[in-house]
């Protein structure tokens, strides 16, 4: 009983001496407000604060007349920035799902490139001019390279069912015409017309091509636009008529968001709508604020 009372004397003495050293007026840490939560995921009002700087730089509807006009430009900006910073959550869950995941590593090096291209100088000034801090930055570039890397290992799979559908005996120009995201081609059964090997932009390709004999099929051929299968159609002294397959998954040099197959900005799309039908997707400002 003795030995029971001590211990409960203990607790009290070391309650009040902590007590005691807590300096007045300290909360306890807490969590930072959300701009959006989607599917469980925050997007923090810091991060939304620090892109919507960005868009005031960069005003997208800066010089666009509008049909109706906006009661509140500032709030089309605002609604502007959370949907870009949903959808880029969006990006980044699914390639989470697929296991892909940009680490520092890569936006360190990537930021460095960039760096190197334009010089220090410059740089930090289209930095400033874009109203860009330097985390605000890292965090752009790396939901850029994660959305580029979504988009290859998604192309990626859809050039490999193209390969198998043709390993199975299927027409050149009826696979071409399901998978290939080139407009000019992908209604003609993928023809590219008569062409010189050495006049082929993609040095890969040429290089697939140059050798390889009439009504043969190259494997997948990687290149900085994305992935192409080719056949040699026919051959006149050193032209080749050639037929292609090209899945687009364009390297971050070369990547845009007005370049994105039409199938990628259909898949985020369609799986927004049905974020937004079960109720996952919160967003805290813009017009569609939930409160």
Known sequence: MRLALR????LLVIAGALSACTAPGVS?????????????????????????????????????????????????????TI???????????????????????AVDSHIN????????????????????????FRSYQRALLTEVALLHAMAKDRVDSAARELNTGQA???????????????????DAGWLRPADIPEAPLATAVQSLPTGSV????????????????DRRNDL??????????????????QGTPAWFTKFIDDREVALRRDGRIELKVGSRASG
């Open 7 to 10: 211990r409960g004397v203990l």
């Open 28 to 80: 306890l840490p807490f969590s930072e407000p959300a701009a959006a939560v989607v599917d469980g995921h925050t997007i923090s009002m810091k991060a939304y604060q620090a892109r919507l700087e960005v868009s005031r730089h960069r005003d997208p509807f800066s010089g666009i007349p509008e049909a109706v006009p906006s009661p509140a430009p500032a709030q089309r900006l605002q609604t502007f």
């Open 83 to 105: 949907e870009q910073l949903v959808r880029e959550e969006i990006v980044r869950q699914e390639a989470e799902k697929r296991g892909i995941k940009v680490d520092d590593r």
């Open 113 to 136: 490139s960039l760096k190197a291209q334009s010089g220090a100088t410059a740089f930090n000034g289209a930095l400033q001019r874009n109203g860009f801090t330097s985390d605000s």
């Open 172 to 190: 050149f120009a009826a696979v071409a015409a399901r998978w290939s995201d080139d407009s000019g081609t992908g209604t003609r059964g993928g």
């Open 218 to 233: 190259t494997g997948i051929v990687s290149t900085n636009r994305g992935f192409t299968i080719a056949t040699v159609l």
């Open 240 to 257: 080749v008529h050639l037929a292609t397959i090209l899945v687009l998954a364009p390297s971050v040099d070369l990547y845009s968001p």
